[in-house]
């Protein structure tokens, strides 16, 4: 539905102070709504965090007075070279300096002032300079027509002379005097089609691209945000994983992952403190479609980490003493890299661990005894991975504390 503003006639000297206030929220730094008061039919907060040839970008769109059942969002780049890499929460594309984001699946329906997010990744050469121009599909936003940015060697307007003096503009339109900590993104991310530092969540429970997923029952396990522990910049996800089954807790990434096809790559780092117990748990779950919706599990078992099929309970490797033999513990008290490769198309698996592969956790398409024997008995098997969940889940004895950090998912390696 398009949202036509209602056309109104505004006095010379109204529509220049306005003009000059718009540009100076455009050279100070990230585009800022504006006010509750103003009369705008959408807002778009786009905020930047930037480092030496590349940046990250929130963007914050709350919807006019109709409600809405899909959007696109566009805006200019008045840069000469900036260019979108990927984006997460939207299908993002770049046609010359203009962006086009796209709702994706379950975020396109917006009530008459309701609001979603969505990000992007970029790269640049000569600056970054923000955006304008926003749209609501096709409609201006932010109370102004779409507008490119002055060349340099343009002065700004001048205001004619007048007995009455301008009206003063509200504090509450003028860009902060402190620009946005900027922090360099995960390493790697320039490969990853989703990848998230967790640098835009606030306190508290996770929101926006994850949301606190409790499977069947939901006991005494606990998400936050933490900003005391980070493997970089200044923010993690924490975990406090208890014993029991009904005490579990996962974060789950609110990320449309179908579309990447059926080879997958992970990466991410973890932080726990206490060794992974005798009985079998899990911090990693993917839902396979493959498989009746059951999840793809990583997670512990004899002190050594395992995969775990959740459909006929297979792990790898097995769990004998040589098999377990061929995993490893996973560290405590420190951050580990973890990588993994699942193969759809030819049903194989590896696993890394700050950055060497184990060969326990490995399924390359024939059996072996100790290895891959017990998963392999299924023949054809072929996964197709829809999801990603980080978090705590135990099946009779573990609790344990975990962070995580720095996770990416992508079509090839991204590494640590």
């Known amino acids: 539905m398009r949202l036509i503003p209602a056309r109104r006639r505004v006095p010379l000297l109204t529509a220049v102070v306005t003009a000059l206030a ?44 109709n409600p809405i059942t899909g ?52 790269s640049y050469t000569a600056g970054n300079p923000a955006p304008t121009g926003f749209t609501l599909n096709g409609v201006p936003c932010n109370d102004v027509g779409p507008t490119t940015a002055p060349p340099p060697s343009t002065p700004p307007p001048t205001v004619p002379p007048t007995t009455t003096p301008p009206p003063t503009i509200p504090p509450t339109t003028l860009p902060p005097t402190t620009p946005p900590p900027t922090t360099q993104p995960p390493s790697g991310c320039a490969s990853a089609a989703f990848c998230d530092g967790f640098e835009t969540q606030t306190s508290g429970t996770p929101t926006g691209t994850w949301s606190v997923n409790y499977p069947d029952c939901q006991g005494t396990g606990t998400a936050s945000v933490d900003s005391t522990t980070a493997h970089q910049g200044t923010r993690s996800v924490r975990i406090n994983g208890s014993t029991g089954y009904c005490n579990h807790v996962f974060v789950r990434a609110n990320h449309d992952f179908t579309g990447l096809g059926p080879v997958r790559f992970g990466r991410l780092w973890v932080r726990h403190t206490t060794a992974l117990p005798t009985q079998h748990v899990t911090f990693l779950a993917m839902r396979d479609a493959g498989d009746g919706n059951r999840d793809l599990r990583v997670g512990g078992q004899n ?114």
């Open 303 to 416: 002190g050594a980490l395992q995969w775990n099929r959740a459909s006929d309970d297979a792990t790898l490797p097995e769990q004998s003493p040589a098999g377990v033999a061929l995993s490893l513990a996973l560290p405590t008290d420190r951050w580990t890299c973890l990588e993994w490769v699942v193969d759809g198309a030819q049903g194989r698996l590896q696993t890394w661990v700050d950055g060497a592969a184990v060969a326990g956790l490995t399924v390359d398409g024939t059996p072996t005894h100790d290895i891959d024997g017990q998963w392999l008995n299924r023949a054809n098997w072929r996964p197709n991975l829809t999801d990603l969940r980080l978090g705590w889940e135990s099946y009779g004895e573990g609790a344990d504390t975990l962070w995580f950090d720095d996770v990416a998912i992508g079509t090839s390696r991204i590494g640590c």
């Open 71 to 122: 959007w696109t969002v566009t805006w200019t780049y008045p840069g000469a070279d900036q260019r979108v890499t990927n984006g997460w929460n939207a299908q993002v594309s770049q046609a010359g300096a203009v962006v086009t984001a796209t709702n994706v699946a379950w975020n396109g329906g917006l009530p008459a002032g309701g609001s979603t997010e969505f990000g992007v990744q970029g």
């Open 22 to 65: 718009a540009s100076v929220v455009t050279l100070a730094g990230p585009t800022l709504a504006p006010s509750a008061s103003a009369a705008a039919s959408c807002l778009v907060d786009y905020r930047a965090n930037q480092w030496p040839g590349g940046f990250t970008a929130n963007v914050r769109l709350t919807n006019g007075t």
